[in-house]
T-cell receptor
């Protein structure tokens, strides 16, 4: 079966750093995505990892360890607008038309 | 990035009626589109994969006769919720792949979603 786990919610302070973890067990692996979703809106793409290691994009970084089935999203210099749900998604099989399996999402609250 | 639109953005209907939701890729041709459903405070659940010119592939537990999908052109897929009931009330989101975008980049582009409320 397919299983993707994330913490349900997290709280952090403005200006701080927060790490959101994601573990996965899927029938195959062809990449892991992180999306940000504000309430009532569509998800927006943040990052993509297919090889082990860290990918950095400005204030956001994402890490992947395929052997451990583990990823994290690191958000630095938190801003109030970063309060949102963060979704971890795995593409399980190569050439399956881009199908994605989503975790339940982590609701991040950034407080002053 | 590529743009995907959905229409309508919000719909309220009576129980027993059918509702059609459109998903369009505005500046690219999408051979594959995906339909997701999201209940409050939950994540996106893939309902089906819509392939242009062929039958949709439904996920386990999704009734194909209740959720009719038509992908008649490379820029349009429609989801029809037939005989809708209150438990079908949800946020429906489509996404589309641009086959010209490398897999190392943003793979799917999401529409803004359709909020369905069945009374």
């Amino acid at each position: 079966g397919q299983n993707i786990d994330q913490p349900t919610e997290m709280t952090a302070t403005e200006g701080a750093i927060v790490q959101i973890n994601c573990t996965y067990q899927t029938s195959g692996f062809n990449g892991l995505f992180w999306y940000q979703q504000h309430a009532g809106e569509a998800p927006t793409f943040l990052s993509y990892n297919v090889l082990d290691g860290l990918e950095e994009k400005g204030r956001f970084s994402s890490f992947l360890s395929r052997s451990k089935g583990y990823s994290y999203l690191l958000l630095k210099e938190l801003q109030m607008k970063d309060s949102a749900s963060y979704l971890c998604a795995v593409s399980p099989v190569f050439n399956q038309g881009g199908k994605l399996i989503f975790g339940q999402g982590t609701e991040l609250s950034v407080k002053p | 990035g590529a743009v995907v639109s959905q229409h309508p953005s919000r719909v309220i209907c009576k129980s027993g009626t059918s509702v059609k939701i459109e998903c369009r890729s505005l500046d690219f041709q999408a051979t594959t589109m995906f339909w997701y459903r999201q209940f409050p405070k939950q994540s996106l659940m893939l309902m089906a994969t819509s392939n242009e010119g062929s039958k949709a592939t439904y996920e386990q537990g999704v009734e194909k006769d209740k959720f009719l999908i038509n992908h008649a052109s490379l820029t349009l897929s429609t989801l029809t919720v037939t005989s809708a009931h209150p438990e079908d009330s949800s946020f429906y989101i489509c996404s589309a792949r641009d086959p010209l975008v490398p897999r190392s980049d943003n793979e799917q582009f999401f529409g803004p979603g359709t909020r369905l409320t069945v009374l």
